[in-house]
C-alpha cells in the first residue's frame, strides 16, 4: 500500500475505492469488497438509471424476455455466477441438479442431428462430425497465445490461415471441399454470435484463447438473468450505487486534494461527464473495453498502455497502480 492509503487507515477512515461502471461486475466487485471492513469508503459510479448493464431481462407477452445475457455458461460449483444464482434462490431443481453440473459439452454447440444444403441434399453426419473437430482442436490451439503481449494476427486471421494449411491436405473432390467450407463458415458464424461480434478479425487471440469452459449444460433463469443483479445491488449499503454519472476521464498517477479532508492527497481523480470530480486511493474500472483492435483512445482516460496492460492481465480490473 502507497503512504496516502496508510495515511487514510491511520485516520480511521481505510482507503476510497471507486469502482466505475454498474452492469454485473461492478457491483459484483463492490459486493465482494464490502465483506472486509477496510473498505468503509466505496461508490460504485454507473452511467445510466439502472444497473445490469448487458444484462437486462423484461417482462413481455407473459413472460421474461432477455434482452442481454441469457444462460449461465457450465453452470457448476467452480462458476461464481452460478454459485450466486444459487445462493439467491434464482434457479429451478433441474438446473441445481447434480446431473446437470457434471455434463461435459467442451464450451461447443451440439451438433444438429440432420443437415441440408441449401439445394436440398442431406450431409452426411459424418463429415458434420469430422469439420467441427477440425474446427475446435484450431480453437483450442489459440490457448497458445494466451500471454503474448503482442499476438500474430487477430483471431480470424489466425483461424483461416490454419484452415488453408489443413485444405492443402484435402484429397476429396471439388463439392466435398466445397461443403466442407460452407460448414466452416456456420462454425465462423456461430463463433461470431458467441463472440458478440459480426467478424473473427476484430476479436484478438490473446484473449480469444483465454475462455475456459466450465462443466454443465448451460441453462437459464427461470425469472429473468436481472434478478441476479438486482439480489447482488440489494446487498449493498444503499449509497454505494452512484448512477447517472457517466465517467469522462480517470487521471491516473496524481496528487489530489478534496475540500473535505483538508491534507490528504489522493493518487487518481474521476471525473464524471457532468463535471463532478471524485479523488480516489484507488479506482477498479469495470466498463467493457470493446474489441482489442478497436482505438483504446475511446475509453475514458485510458492511455494505449493501461489499456494494453489490462488485456494483458486479461480482466477488466484496472488497480490505480497499474495504470500510467
Ligand atoms: C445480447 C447479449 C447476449 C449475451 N448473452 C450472454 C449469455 O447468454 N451468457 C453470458 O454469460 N453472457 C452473455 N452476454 C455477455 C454478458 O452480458 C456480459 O459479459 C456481462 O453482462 C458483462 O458485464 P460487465 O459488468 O462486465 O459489463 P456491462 O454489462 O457492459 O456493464 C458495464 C456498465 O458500465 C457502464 N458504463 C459504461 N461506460 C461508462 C462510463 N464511462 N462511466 C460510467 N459507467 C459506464 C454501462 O452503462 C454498464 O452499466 C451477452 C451480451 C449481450 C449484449
Same mark, same amino acid.
Given at each position: 500500500?502507497?503512504?496516502?492509503?496508510?495515511?487514510?487507515?491511520?485516520?480511521?477512515?481505510?482507503?476510497?475505492?471507486? &469502482?466505475?461502471?454498474?452492469? !454485473?461486475?461492478?457491483?459484483?466487485?463492490?459486493?465482494?469488497?464490502?465483506? #472486509?471492513s477496510?473498505?468503509?469508503?466505496?461508490?460504485?459510479?454507473?452511467?445510466?438509471?439502472?444497473?445490469?448493464?448487458?444484462?437486462?431481462?423484461?417482462?413481455?407477452?407473459?413472460?421474461?424476455?432477455? &434482452?442481454?445475457?441469457?444462460? !449461465?455458461?457450465?453452470?457448476?460449483?467452480?462458476?461464481?455466477?452460478?454459485?450466486?444464482?444459487?445462493? #439467491?434462490?434464482?434457479l429451478?431443481?433441474?438446473?441445481?441438479?447434480?446431473?446437470?453440473?457434471? !455434463?461435459?459439452?467442451?464450451?461447443?454447440? =451440439?451438433?444438429? %442431428?440432420?443437415?441440408?444444403? %441449401?439445394?436440398g441434399?442431406?450431409?452426411?453426419?459424418?463429415?458434420?462430425?469430422?469439420?467441427?473437430?477440425?474446427? #475446435?482442436?484450431?480453437?483450442?490451439?489459440?490457448?497458445?497465445?494466451?500471454?503474448?503481449?503482442?499476438?500474430?494476427?487477430? %483471431?480470424g486471421? #489466425?483461424?483461416?490461415?490454419? !484452415?488453408?494449411?489443413?485444405?492443402?491436405?484435402?484429397?476429396e473432390?471439388?463439392?466435398?471441399?466445397?461443403?466442407?467450407?460452407?460448414i466452416?463458415n456456420?462454425?465462423?458464424?456461430?463463433e461470431?454470435?458467441?463472440? =458478440?461480434?459480426?467478424?473473427?478479425?476484430?476479436?484478438?487471440?490473446?484473449?480469444?484463447?483465454?475462455?475456459?469452459?466450465?462443466?454443465?449444460?448451460?441453462c437459464?433463469?427461470? =425469472?429473468?438473468?436481472?434478478?441476479?443483479?438486482?439480489?447482488?445491488?440489494?446487498?449493498?449499503p444503499?449509497?454505494?450505487?452512484?448512477?447517472?454519472?457517466?465517467?469522462?476521464?480517470?487521471?491516473?498517477?496524481?496528487?489530489?486534494?478534496?475540500?473535505?479532508a483538508?491534507?490528504?492527497?489522493?493518487?487518481?481523480?474521476?471525473?464524471?461527464?457532468?463535471?463532478g470530480?471524485?479523488?480516489?486511493?484507488?479506482?477498479?474500472?469495470?466498463?467493457?473495453?470493446g474489441?482489442?483492435?478497436?482505438?483504446?483512445?475511446?475509453?475514458? =482516460?485510458?492511455?494505449? %498502455?493501461?489499456?494494453?496492460?489490462c488485456r494483458?492481465?486479461?480482466?477488466?480490473?484496472?488497480?490505480?497502480?497499474s495504470?500510467?
Amino acid at each position: 500500500m502507497d503512504s496516502s492509503g496508510r495515511q487514510a487507515e491511520a485516520a480511521g477512515r481505510g482507503p476510497r475505492v471507486l &469502482v466505475v461502471g454498474g452492469g !454485473i461486475a461492478g457491483p459484483g466487485v463492490a459486493q465482494r469488497l464490502c465483506c #472486509y471492513s477496510a473498505f468503509p469508503y466505496l461508490r460504485v459510479l454507473e452511467a445510466t438509471a439502472r444497473a445490469g448493464g448487458r444484462i437486462r431481462s423484461e417482462r413481455r407477452f407473459g413472460g421474461v424476455v432477455e &434482452v442481454g445475457a441469457h444462460w !449461465i455458461h457450465g453452470p457448476s460449483q467452480g462458476n461464481p455466477v452460478f454459485q450466486l444464482a444459487a445462493k #439467491y434462490g434464482l434457479l429451478g431443481k433441474k438446473e441445481l441438479s447434480e446431473e446437470n453440473q457434471l !455434463i461435459e459439452t467442451g464450451g461447443h454447440v =451440439g451438433l444438429p %442431428s440432420v443437415t441440408y444444403t %441449401s439445394s436440398g441434399g442431406s450431409v452426411s453426419l459424418e463429415l458434420v462430425a469430422e469439420v467441427p473437430s477440425l474446427f #475446435y482442436s484450431l480453437t483450442d490451439q489459440t490457448r497458445e497465445f494466451l500471454h503474448w503481449a503482442e499476438a500474430p494476427a487477430p %483471431s480470424g486471421e #489466425y483461424l483461416k490461415g490454419k !484452415i488453408q494449411q489443413h485444405m492443402a491436405g484435402w484429397a476429396e473432390d471439388e463439392g466435398t471441399r466445397k461443403l466442407k467450407l460452407a460448414i466452416l463458415n456456420n462454425l465462423f458464424s456461430v463463433e461470431c454470435c458467441v463472440s =458478440g461480434t459480426h467478424s473473427m478479425n476484430l476479436v484478438a487471440l490473446a484473449p480469444f484463447g483465454e475462455y475456459t469452459a466450465l462443466p454443465g449444460l448451460d441453462c437459464t433463469f427461470p =425469472g429473468g438473468y436481472q434478478g441476479l443483479t438486482d439480489c447482488i445491488v440489494a446487498s449493498l449499503p444503499t449509497d454505494v450505487m452512484v448512477f447517472n454519472k457517466p465517467v469522462k476521464t480517470i487521471h491516473w498517477n496524481g496528487s489530489f486534494q478534496e475540500a473535505s479532508a483538508p491534507g490528504e492527497a489522493f493518487p487518481v481523480l474521476v471525473e464524471c461527464e457532468d463535471g463532478g470530480c471524485f479523488p480516489a486511493h484507488h479506482v477498479i474500472v469495470t466498463v467493457p473495453l470493446g474489441p482489442a483492435t478497436c482505438s483504446a483512445a475511446s475509453s475514458p =482516460g485510458w492511455n494505449p %498502455s493501461s489499456w494494453r496492460l489490462c488485456r494483458m492481465r486479461m480482466c477488466s480490473c484496472l488497480p490505480r497502480c497499474s495504470a500510467g
